[in-house]
């Protein structure tokens, strides 16, 4: 079982960076290494994909929607990965949640844990 634990939200200004970080640990089922990916959840809205990033950062995808700004990377000495968000607009308000998965994946079923979440708030 892996475990996942979402930091650094809080509530912004429109034009902000913001820096969310995802401490995880353990190992799946096949006691491989993960792919960790963020979502975002906003009210009355499907989750929404919006990175992945696998081992040592070899293999990392971030959706069209938000790769003009948002990034990802990883840390595996702090077993910590991160998404880097500029220049947030108040459409990005949300609950961010990183989760897990042995295979690298936009859709949400792939990821069989799951982090609480944080919340994001973009307001003036």
């Known amino acids: 079982q892996v475990q996942l634990v979402e930091s650094g939200g809080g509530s912004v200004l429109p034009g902000d960076s913001v820096r969310l970080a995802c401490v995880f640990s353990?190992?799946?089922?096949?006691?491989?290494?993960?792919?960790i990916a963020w979502f975002r959840q906003a009210p009355g809205t499907e989750r929404e994909w919006l990175a992945y990033?696998?081992?040592?950062?070899?293999?990392?995808e971030t959706a069209d929607s938000v790769k003009d700004r948002f990034g990802i990377s990883r840390d595996e000495g702090l077993s910590t990965v991160m998404l880097h968000m500029h220049s947030l607009k108040s459409d990005d308000t949300a609950v961010y949640y990183c989760?897990?998965?042995?295979?690298?994946?936009?859709?949400?079923?792939?990821?069989?844990?799951w982090g609480q979440g944080t919340q994001v708030t973009v307001s003036s």
């Open positions: 989760a897990a998965s042995e295979t690298p994946s936009r859709e949400e079923r792939a990821y069989n844990s």
């Open positions: 353990g190992r799946g089922r096949t006691n491989s290494h993960q792919y």
């Open positions: 990033i696998g081992w040592g950062g070899i293999v990392s």
